[in-house]
């Protein structure tokens, strides 16, 4: 059974960072490109940055400048390095996973495989 398992948000101060994780189990780790989604109230989810199987990173163009995505394969774990937090990254954070292979489209949420359950994040004064 694959479970990706999100580490707990929170509430931030804008300005400050935060770093979330993400530990999968049930699966060959390092054969999935891993990625993180944000969900803000009212809204659909969308793409935020993704770490590719192979190597290299996607990111979404406006946070590319404040995020940063690496993995440790060996633990099964992706990790997301937000900075400088505005009110506008309140939302809830999803991991997700998607096996290599095929076309991959990282912005693509109908595209992975397992998602975790999310974990909440406020920005907020």
């Known amino acids: 059974q694959v479970q990706l398992v999100e580490s707990e948000g929170g509430w931030v101060q804008p300005g400050d960072s935060l770093r979330l994780s993400c530990v999968a189990s049930?699966?060959?780790?390092?054969?999935?490109?891993m990625a993180w989604f944000r969900q803000a109230p009212g809204k659909e989810r969308t793409f935020v940055v993704a770490s590719i199987n192979a190597g290299g990173e996607a990111y979404m163009n406006s946070v590319r400048s404040r995020v940063t995505i690496s993995r440790n394969n060996a633990n099964s774990t992706v990790f997301l390095q937000m900075d400088n937090l505005s009110p506008k990254d309140t939302g809830v954070y999803y991991c997700?996973?998607?096996?290599?292979?095929?076309?991959?489209?990282?912005?693509?949420?109908?595209?992975?495989?397992?998602w975790g359950q999310g974990t909440h994040v406020i920005v907020s004064s």
């Open positions: 049930g699966l060959f780790f390092a054969n999935y490109h």
């Open positions: 997700a996973a998607r096996e290599g292979g095929g076309t991959y489209n990282p912005s693509d949420p109908a595209g992975y495989d397992y």
